[in-house]
């Protein structure tokens, strides 16, 4: 019996880590919490980290490459791991390599594009036809009657087009994933601007404006896609009215729920039951980008001297306290494109790549001028006249 005693009491100080043992891991985190603390603190440590450890600086010499010519004035789309070009009625999807994976003819002369997840979607600006491209094969394509003025895709697939028509101001239609028609909404009094669609597929948000009195203002509807199969002109669950003179410019779903819309002057938190204000836009926010998922990017000046500014990204919860920031010292950026949990930002000598939480993932040094940049979450485009190169994440 005592033996017994003796083995387990001996397993159990093997199963005990040694003082030792214990030395080595605090002296480990020790030493992480001052390198990580050095990282956030010190910008030209980080910069050298960035660069000879992490390999966050890229340049045309080590990133793939997509030849275009310029002259056929191409479309280029980003979308989950791919680049589409379309060019000539032919779409060419390219993988993160740079090659080819399949091509599709798509005849439309003034695209309009969506893309969401693995979903790609092309119409015919003032046109009728569309295709829905999933991954790299044709879903599904249409002939509606009336104009496309815009497109939506959730990440299901499912989607939203904005017609005119003779006898409406707007009609809104909503497929499903395999190109179903589910139903229509009909607006007689105002114009339709922007929609989305839930990531449940459950609701429709549609944005709207009224020009026909002295002083404009914007609505947001949301329609219960359950109601609309069963009756659309009464599928309404709620109706949002804007302040006097505001125009509605986007809608991004952040969630099952929750549509955050964007007006002139501020941004709102729409849902099926009611509506909360997000943000008063001032005059110190240069740019506000609400296409991340769940996000809204902000590029804020802040006197720094005078006739002298600082500038700094903040990036925000669109329905929580959540505050990350990234500084952009005195450079203000020229443009900023945001898509999934990624910012863009391309100062027009330099673009960088940052992650929701604010922090660097890319810095990319341009050969030449750059014409704009197209980025999904996982793939990055900057486009040349005559090249698109690829970082991809």
């Not at 879903?139 to 697939?157: F, H, K, P, Y």
Request: negative net charge.
């Amino acid at each position: 019996m005592e033996n017994n005693d003796n083995m387990d009491k001996n397993k159990q100080k093997r199963k005990l880590p040694s003082f030792g043992k214990i030395c080595v891991i605090l002296l480990i985190i020790f030493v992480v919490t001052i390198i990580s603390a050095r990282y956030i603190a010190d910008s030209e440590f980080r910069q050298s980290v960035d660069t000879s450890i992490l390999h966050k600086d890229l340049t045309s010499e080590n990133v793939n490459t997509i030849d275009i010519n310029s002259e056929f004035n191409p479309t280029i789309c980003a979308y989950n791991k791919h680049i589409a070009v379309l060019s000539k009625s032919v779409l060419n999807i390219y993988d993160t390599g740079g090659r080819v994976v399949n091509n599709i003819d798509i005849n439309l002369y003034s695209p309009l594009t969506a893309a969401n997840g693995s979903y790609l979607v092309l119409a015919e600006n003032e046109g009728s036809k569309i295709y829905v491209v999933h991954n790299t094969s044709l879903a599904w394509q249409t002939e509606l009657s009336g104009t496309i003025t815009r497109v939506n895709v959730n990440q299901n697939g499912y989607v939203s087009v904005i017609i005119n028509n003779s006898t409406y101001k707007s009609v809104v239609i909503f497929f499903d994933n395999y190109g179903n028609e589910i139903f229509r909404n009909y607006l007689a009094q105002t114009c339709a601007i922007c929609s989305d669609i839930s990531q449940d597929n459950k609701y429709l948000a549609i944005g709207e404006v009224d020009y026909s009195g002295t002083i404009i203002k914007s609505y947001v509807r949301i329609i219960s896609v359950d109601k609309a199969k069963q009756d659309p002109d009464n599928a309404k669950v709620y109706r949002y009215t804007s302040e006097a003179g505001e125009v509605i410019t986007n809608i991004k779903y952040s969630d099952k729920q929750n549509a955050v819309c964007m007006f002139n002057s501020y941004i709102q938190n729409i849902t099926p039951t009611g509506d909360t204000r997000v943000l008063d836009i001032n005059n110190d926010i240069i740019f506000a980008d609400i296409n991340m998922m769940g996000n809204i990017a902000l590029v804020e000046k802040q006197s720094s001297g005078l006739f002298s500014y600082d500038y700094q990204m903040r990036i925000m919860g669109a329905n929580s306290f959540k505050n990350n920031l990234f500084i952009l010292s005195n450079s203000m950026p020229k443009t900023i494109t945001c898509n999934g949990e990624k910012v863009c930002i391309n100062y027009g000598n330099e673009i960088q790549i940052v992650n929701s939480s604010g922090w660097l993932l890319k810095r990319y040094t341009p050969h030449s001028e750059i014409k704009s940049v197209v980025l999904s979450d996982n793939i990055v485009g900057i486009i040349y006249k005559d090249e698109i190169d690829i970082i991809n994440f």
